[in-house]
């Protein structure tokens, strides 16, 4: 009884302390809204709010490596293919349908003809609020999707490579990861993945600042990926104390 009360206590003070930190995102990247004579340092264009939107990025990146190569013991380097699948997933799926010419302007269009912004978009409607709710719904979508396409080349790539181990097994991997940005950087491919260009105009972080008239009354591209991040590493640390985490972590001790 008492070791169930000791983590409920570990469990509120962790989840104080997360709520903690996201007001406080809030109010730093907002504060010139409040006083418009803060330090430049702290204005929301500045580099600080910069690195702290890699710093949540890399975070997420840094704990998910940990469950492979700490828990599981695996010495796995083909997380940057497994990031690029994602985003590129991302970052396709996206962009408006009116500004797939522009982007892929090198290729005549896209091949990909819709865009989950839109199709969301006509059910909500495109102004106001209708359209905030179509653009966070495409991207929470996108995400999801986005993992899933990464997940399911991890499982194919996985089928002859889990048999290597050690030295061999990083070998492998990163050569998988370097198969994969040469692909996505083939020209017969640029009608999907653009080729070695840049896709632009998906929603990124900044996207979520609440704006009215054209002016921001609310800043949340710092929360947002803050928010992500969390919500990820709590997933991963509830998937390392189940069941199936156990047994990842057996795979350390015995392979």
């Keep these: 009884m008492l070791k169930k009360e000791t983590n409920k206590n570990k469990s509120f003070r962790l989840w104080l302390a997360i709520a903690g930190v996201l007001l406080l995102v809030i109010l730093l990247e907002n504060l ?3 006083l418009p004579s803060v330090p430049r340092v702290l204005m929301p264009t500045s580099q600080l709010f910069t ?3 890699k710093a949540a990025v890399y975070s997420l990146v840094a704990v998910s490596m940990n469950l492979l190569n700490g828990f599981t013991g695996l010495f796995s380097l ?5 990031m690029l699948l994602g985003a590129y997933t991302y970052a396709i799926l996206t962009v408006p349908v009116s500004a797939k010419d522009q982007v892929y302007y090198l290729y005549g269009g896209s091949a990909v003809k819709f865009s989950l912004q839109d199709t969301i978009g006509r059910l909500f409607g ?3 609020a209708g359209g905030a709710i179509s653009m966070v719904l495409a ?6 999707l986005a993992g899933c396409v990464a997940a399911l080349f991890a499982y194919l790539i996985g089928l002859p490579v889990l048999r290597l181990k050690s030295d061999y097994l990083a070998i492998a991997t990163l050569g998988f990861a370097e198969i994969l940005r040469a692909i996505f950087q083939w020209q017969a491919l640029g009608p999907v993945t653009n080729g070695a260009n840049m896709i632009k105009n998906f929603p990124t972080f900044s996207s ?4 009215v008239g054209g002016s921001t009354v609310l800043y949340l591209s710092t929360f947002v990926p803050f928010v992500i991040a969390i919500v990820c590493i709590v997933i991963i640390v509830m ?3 189940s069941t199936y985490g156990r047994a990842l972590k057996a795979i350390r001790d015995d392979e």
């Design 78 to 82: 083909g997380q940057a293919g497994f």
């Design 126 to 128: 495109t102004e106001g």
């Design 51 to 53: 690195v702290l939107k």
């Design 139 to 144: 991207v929470i979508i996108a995400i999801i």
């Design 32 to 34: 010139s809204l409040i």
């Design 208 to 211: 979520f600042n609440i704006k």
């Design 239 to 241: 998937l390392i104390n």
